[in-house]
């Protein structure tokens, strides 16, 4: 059978996996002829991030590079790890699904944002939701971790934790930076577009409507590298 073609998120996901061995190895080497290699590798993973952008030319090899290595602390500090995002999957006594206008892509999706050193991630949900949409929330479970280089994300690699979370008060309010817009959504009258195109839809009013099944996590390939 043969291989299918290699993708531009085949290509971010192995640029950044590159970049974050070789940062790490930085962090932690003494050796000058180790860093001489981590950085090599760095630039050759900066020309693979590169040939992944097809948008007009928004990444220079060498700024990336450049950014790569200044980003590198020493030890346990500077030991690369995907950053850490919290989302809310929020329901209605109607039904309804709590979905936001993205302010920077104009997407919609359900809360989302980086978690806050401080804060459980339950709590960073219950700050999100509440700066995000104006609506207060109880959250009830944790219903998917999601590995955003698997979806094809552009920025930096991260794990999204989601929870299902019930309203509890508040108004519909957007955030005046974060969102153009905020409302409550049945599974028939979804807002366009959607952010990943959905595929986080059945997941969700699977949710709030009570139906079991089972938390949403990647599962391991076969091979890391070609799925």
Same mark, same amino acid.
């Given at each position: 059978m043969p291989e299918r073609p290699v993708t531009d998120v085949d290509l971010i996901r192995w640029s950044e996996a590159l970049a974050g061995i070789a940062r790490t190895g930085l962090a932690f080497t003494q050796s000058l002829y180790e860093r001489e290699r981590f950085e090599e590798i760095l630039k050759v993973a900066a +020309?693979? $991030?590169?040939?992944? !952008?097809? !948008? /007009? /030319? $928004?990444? +220079? %090899?060498? %700024?990336? %590079? %450049?950014g790569w290595i200044d980003s590198v602390d020493a030890g346990v500090a500077g030991y690369v790890t995907p950053k850490v995002a919290v989302g809310a999957i929020v329901g209605n006594d109607r039904g309804e699904l709590l979905l936001i206008q993205r302010g920077d892509s104009g997407v919609w999706l359900y809360p989302t944002g980086w978690a806050d050193v401080g804060y459980s991630a339950a709590e960073v949900v219950v700050k999100e939701v509440e700066e995000e949409a104006g609506i207060e929330v109880e959250p009830l479970r944790l219903v998917a971790v999601i590995d955003g280089l698997r979806l094809g994300a552009n920025g930096l690699p991260f794990y999204s934790l989601v929870f299902h979370c019930r309203a509890v008060g508040g108004d519909l309010r957007p955030h005046p930076l974060e969102t153009r817009d905020v409302g409550w959504f049945a599974e028939d009258a979804l807002p366009s577009p959607l952010a990943g195109g959905g595929h986080w839809r059945e997941m969700a009013f699977n949710a709030i409507r009570g139906r079991p099944f089972d938390v949403v996590f990647d599962l391991p390939r076969r091979s890391t590298w070609r799925s």
């Open positions: +020309d693979i $991030r590169v040939a992944a !952008d097809h !948008d /007009g /030319g $928004r990444f +220079d %090899a060498e %700024a990336v %590079a %450049a």
